[in-house]
């Protein structure tokens, strides 16, 4: 099938740009599952931009035939793909290509600026951006006292079309006082540098949660779907503390990323 973005289910799955089917294969005499093999080549394929958002995969039986493969063991590969939040079934039209989920790594860096660097067109739309007492945890992160006053901006971040996040950050008084034009067109820390503030450090947490109601209506997802989870409490070079973020990411669209080392 071709990467057009229209249904051509005479043709085998093709390489983005180009009529050659993809090198798709598996080893029979290997002891990892044929699904999870073919899974992993499309994936790959996902990933590194050869099947391309909007996609539509071909007939099953007809893959599952150039790969000497049952229809089962075809259609589990593909659902592993649409469970990893790659492919969506859309009724009527068959199999889908998503955009790319967003592998953020873990640096400081700004979601906007994590967007952009992977091609996704960022949009924030402002929900709040207003000053309020703070509460026991966000005066807690900003070493200031209960009930005074901060400044909060909570955005709804997007991608394509899509909502990616819920961005809630807590800033101390004085630091900052952006208008809903600039939030709408950049991100927050492009304005606190743009500001003079030279970001430094943080302290980071990451974890998942399953989504409210509201959480849910926001980011086009089910009720209790999985969402991940980010809390940050930001320095600058003096060592002053200039943000507080409390975020969730849709999982099916994000991931955090991790370098990790040996020990010596």
């Not at 390489?15 to 080549?41: C, E, I, N």
């Not at 909007?54 to 469970?83: C, F, H, K, M, Y």
């Not at 971040?157 to 008084?173: D, F």
């Amino acid at each position: 099938m071709a990467l057009s973005g229209q249904a051509n289910y005479a043709r085998p799955v093709t390489a983005h740009g180009t009529d050659r089917p993809l090198p798709l294969s598996v080893d029979r005499t290997s002891p990892v599952p044929l699904y999870f093999q073919l899974a992993q080549q499309l994936e790959a394929a996902v990933e590194e931009g050869r099947l391309a958002p909007g996609t539509l995969l071909g007939n099953e039986i007809d893959l599952a035939a150039r790969l000497g493969l049952s229809r089962p063991t075809v259609r589990q590969a593909i659902q592993s793909l649409v469970d990893k939040g790659l492919m969506v079934r859309r009724r009527g039209v068959g199999t889908q290509v998503v955009h790319r989920r967003v592998r953020r790594p873990l640096e400081l860096s700004s979601l906007y600026d994590d967007l952009e660097e992977a091609g996704q067109r960022p949009t924030t739309t402002v929900l709040r951006a207003t000053a309020e007492p703070a509460g026991a945890e966000a005066a807690a992160a900003l070493g200031v006292a209960e009930g005074s006053e901060v400044l909060l901006v909570e955005r709804l971040r997007g991608a394509h079309g899509e909502p990616m996040a819920l961005l809630r950050n807590h800033l101390p008084p004085g630091l900052l006082s952006p208008r809903t034009e600039e939030l709408e067109a950049t991100g927050l820390y492009r304005l606190l540098r743009a500001a003079g503030i030279t970001l430094h450090s943080a302290r980071q947490s990451v974890g998942a949660r399953a989504a409210t109601a509201q959480e849910a209506a926001a980011l086009d997802e089910e009720p209790g779907a999985p969402l991940l989870t980010m809390e940050r409490i930001t320095y600058d070079a003096t060592g002053r503390v200039v943000e507080f973020g409390s975020h969730v990411y849709r999982a099916t669209r994000y991931a955090f990323e991790f370098h990790l080392l040996a020990r010596p």
